[in-house]
């Protein structure tokens, strides 16, 4: 299946020059960081232990973004890696749900950073904005972060992504929706009056929680999966027994799928691909969903 940006050719070009060094009985090199399937590429091989941990492979630092020096959105943190060693970075702007701040999401920022992101959470202009209003606010973070920001030269502004709990988690479907050229999004305990969002190209993880009574699954998460094409890139993780805040608190298969994702999609690091077919299992999972394989 298509992603949103085609880098096949160059894997095929890999393919084929591989071919024919075999072909010709030519040795193998062990790739290099230059020459990776993929050219964004951050960070050692995954592992478990690197996606279970509480801190990726990067070390990060953090700045906060007041208010007043932004427009379209309401400020916020911006978590980054420390290191340019490696390149640049893809980004990722989180909104908060309804009524909520920055702070009940925060654990989140230096999480996703640690495993070569810069990261920007937001703060919403009032606590009481409606996803549309929140999704365009994503954006405008997003646009600030490549274009204004200090650590801009930090970032692939090819390469962006969206997330959001709540009524974030319905507005980062509504930035997926006008935004086709962002890499990824991860929607969490979304909540949204629109159920239908097959207009999404954007590749989509959507993660619920088994008992959420706020934004039910089953009026919610499940059908706004279903909705997005089979053509597009999408995966449903539903978290057994978690309610409608399981975000808000450290919650290691949310992590590990959304870092995962975000690596596959944004960085098409295909390394993470074992993480996303067959999928996550286990206690802490109730239900699966993706269209594997990815392209």
């Not at 954007?202 to 919610?220: C, F, K, N, Q, R």
Request: aromatic letters at 8%.
């Amino acid at each position: 299946m298509p992603t949103t940006r085609s880098r096949t050719p160059v894997r095929a070009l890999a393919r084929l020059a591989v071919a024919a060094l075999l072909a010709t009985g030519g040795a193998l090199a062990v790739p290099t960081a230059a020459s990776a399937a993929s050219p964004y590429e951050r960070g050692p091989a995954p592992t478990n232990a690197i996606l279970e941990a509480s801190r990726g492979p990067f070390a990060t630092s953090s700045i906060s973004v007041s208010s007043w020096s932004v427009t379209g959105f309401g400020g916020g943190v911006i978590y980054y890696p420390t290191s340019t060693a490696e390149g640049t970075f893809g980004a990722v702007a989180i909104s908060p749900g309804y009524t909520a701040t920055w702070s009940s999401l925060s654990w989140l920022g230096p999480r996703i950073a640690s495993h070569g992101f810069v990261v920007i959470g937001i703060e919403t202009n009032t606590l009481l904005d409606q996803p549309d209003s929140r999704g365009r606010q994503l954006l405008a973070a997003l646009d600030y972060l490549t274009q204004r920001s200090s650590v801009r030269g930090r970032i692939d502004s090819s390469r962006l992504a969206v997330a959001g709990h709540s009524m974030g988690g319905g507005g980062s479907l509504e930035a997926a929706a006008s935004r086709p050229s962002l890499q990824a999004a991860v929607p969490l305990a979304p909540w949204n009056l629109d159920k239908t969002w097959s207009e999404v190209r954007v590749p989509t993880l959507i993660i619920g929680g088994e008992t959420d009574s706020i934004a039910p699954v089953a009026t919610h998460s499940i059908p706004f999966y279903t909705s997005i094409p089979s053509s597009s890139e999408k995966a449903y993780l539903e978290l057994n027994g978690a309610n409608h805040f399981f975000p808000q608190t450290v919650n290691t298969p949310l992590a590990k799928q959304a870092v995962a994702w975000l690596k596959r999609f944004v960085d098409d690091d295909t390394r993470y691909e074992q993480f996303l077919c067959p999928g996550p299992s286990g206690s802490a999972i109730e239900e699966y969903r993706n269209t594997c394989p990815s392209a």
